[in-house]
């Protein structure tokens, strides 16, 4: 069993930064990718960014390319969502999550860190 546990939340203004992170443990943890994702009041969740845990291959969505900077640490088995230049609009609860090698979803999912940008 994984476990994801996610800090870094809290409030900031517009155009300020934050720097998320999730740790995983477990004996098992060796996922294929690792992902970040949002779900704002009143909203489904969204993708934000994912980036593979062995080749550390990158995909953002559009809406945070160029603001948002995923990472990895395989050692510390941690990942990282550094978020600058952050706007009202990225008002959510922020997951991290794993992706099982030859799964098709994310499988193990964190417990959410609150972020609000105020205007």
């Known amino acids: 069993q994984v476990q994801l546990v996610e800090s870094g939340g809290g409030l900031v203004q517009a155009g300020g930064s934050l720097r998320l992170s999730c740790a995983a443990s477990?004996?098992?943890?060796?996922?294929?990718?690792m992902g970040w994702f949002r779900q704002a009041p009143g909203k489904g969740r969204e993708f934000v960014a994912t980036i593979t845990w062995g080749g550390g291959f990158i995909t953002y969505a559009d809406s945070v390319k160029g603001r948002f900077t995923i990472s990895k640490d395989n050692a510390e088995n941690t990942v990282y969502l550094q978020m600058n230049r952050l706007k009202p609009e990225d008002t959510a609860v922020y997951y991290c999550a794993a992706r099982r090698p030859a799964s098709l979803r994310y499988d193990d999912w964190g417990q959410g860190t609150q972020v609000t940008v105020s205007s």
């Open positions: 477990g004996r098992t943890f060796n996922p294929y990718a």
